[in-house]
């Protein structure tokens, strides 16, 4: 393809993509250029059903993330590097933001060579600009290790579609000969008058009840609060990474508890799913939700509690065969002990894996309000899971400050 006709592709047939043509295009695309020839990125590929799902919500379940036969998920990697440095007699330090950009830089060009070279043998792509909204999510669903950031994500699957073409500014808004040009209100009129006068951009800027587009962008799509909320995010996960020191940004970044402790003080939080009665288990660490456990109440499998158990202890166990499972522990009226085995075992599968996906963005620090944004975009395909999605959103709402009591 003529890169003067490419266009973002989001829906695929349901032809694959081969690990042949696949693992080409990712070692011809090893040879962008790259910081001391360090090649600082990894990729992740996604074909599994279960794994498109848990990154679905990362994406505000943008469909083509499920729909498309492979996702990419392209990685800031200083990890490699750095253990490569300690197996060889060295002593890395990149665990700083310098390193991160670096990265990040060698991510970024690594991508669009390989789009280049997809589009070249007649694969569409879509370029995920969600990757770093809510990059906890991503962590988790990939198990990330420290050094390591996902930085873009690439749907890719044989065009389904042949959309038209979107527009570009004239070059001179983006070319600046010897110095920088300042924008005067002239040359911006030069520069997007065009984009404006536009029709669809005309009905954009109708259906959001706007004056201008600059307005759809400022008031709607890109807001100063989501952007502020989505920054504080992304410091927290640099810091949780180890890209950036959260003791140099006091009060902006939390502290991130990277072992989960043996046993949790937990709250009970009780709520109708349709007809049936539900019962969700946040654990607490300082005070705020760490992990959440959901499940049905009082049914052969589910969870039966007394009315006036409002609160308890999660505590992590090991089996026999060394595998984990987590137990729920509370007195009763008279002051003994009693543990409810398992409550992983006891859920159903579907709600235990958005639960996991829920836990993990606790654990590294999201804000409430993010998370309860993540469980509000959600959307399912069956009526149930939605409504316990909704269950889990009321769940966390007291944990929003200000919401105390």
């Known amino acids: 393809m003529n890169i003067k006709q490419r266009r973002t ?20 695309a090893s040879r962008t250029q790259t910081m001391g020839n360090l090649q600082l990125y990894s990729v992740v590929v996604t074909r599994a059903e279960e794994k498109k799902e848990m990154l679905a ?46 990265a990040a830089t060698d991510a970024l060009l690594f991508t669009q060579t390989f789009c280049c070279l997809a589009e070249e043998k007649g694969l569409g792509i879509c370029f995920l600009g969600t990757t770093v909204y809510q990059p906890q999510a991503i962590i988790s669903a990939l198990e990330l290790p420290e050094l390591v950031f996902p930085i873009a994500t690439l749907t890719v699957g044989w065009p389904a579609e042949s959309p038209s073409q979107t527009d570009r500014l004239p070059l001179q808004a983006i070319v600046h000969q010897e110095t920088y040009n300042a924008f005067t ?54 810091a ?3 890209f950036l020191k959260a003791e140099n940004l006091p009060g902006i970044i939390p502290a991130v508890t990277e072992r989960r402790p043996d046993v949790l003080e937990c709250d009970v939080v009780r709520f109708q799913n349709k007809k049936e009665k539900w019962v969700a288990f946040v654990g607490l660490l300082d005070g705020f939700p760490y992990e959440i456990f959901t499940g049905l109440q009082d049914d052969e499998e589910g969870i039966v509690l007394p009315k006036n158990v409002n609160s308890g202890k999660i505590i992590k166990c090991v089996n026999s065969d060394g595998t984990k499972r987590y137990d729920f522990q509370f007195e009763n009226k008279r ?15 579907e709600y235990w894996n958005y639960a ?17 944004k993540l469980i509000s975009s959600m959307e399912m395909g069956s009526d149930s899971i939605n409504t316990w999605a909704v269950g889990v959103e009321r769940a966390l709402k007291k ?4 919401n105390e009591g």
């Not at 600059?214 to 995010?233: C, G, H, L, P, W």
């Not at 944990?399 to 200000?402: A, E, F, L, N, S």
């Open 335 to 349: 002051g003994y002990k009693t543990t409810v085995e398992g409550l992983s075992e006891k859920f159903n599968p």
């Open 185 to 238: 209100p002239e040359r911006i009129n030069n520069c997007y008058t065009g984009r404006e006068s536009l029709p669809e951009n005309k009905h954009f800027v109708e259906i959001n009840n706007k004056e201008t587009l600059a307005q759809v962008f400022t008031d709607i799509r890109y807001t100063r609060k989501d952007n502020e909320s989505m920054s504080a995010t992304l410091l927290t996960t640099l």
């Open 399 to 402: 944990y929003v400050p200000g």
């Open 9 to 28: 592709i989001r829906k695929y047939t349901q032809q694959p993509v081969s690990d042949e043509l696949l693992n080409q295009l990712i070692e011809d």
């Open 57 to 102: 919500p990362a994406h505000f379940f943008q469909p083509m993330v499920t729909q498309a036969p492979v996702v990419l998920t392209i990685c800031a990697d200083f990890r490699r590097t750095s253990d490569w440095c300690l197996n060889r007699k060295a002593n890395p330090g990149y665990d700083n933001v310098l390193s991160f950009l670096n």
């Open 240 to 242: 949780q990474q180890k």
């Open 356 to 372: 996991k996906l829920i836990s993990g963005v606790l654990r590294y620090g999201m804000p409430i309000e993010n998370v309860i």
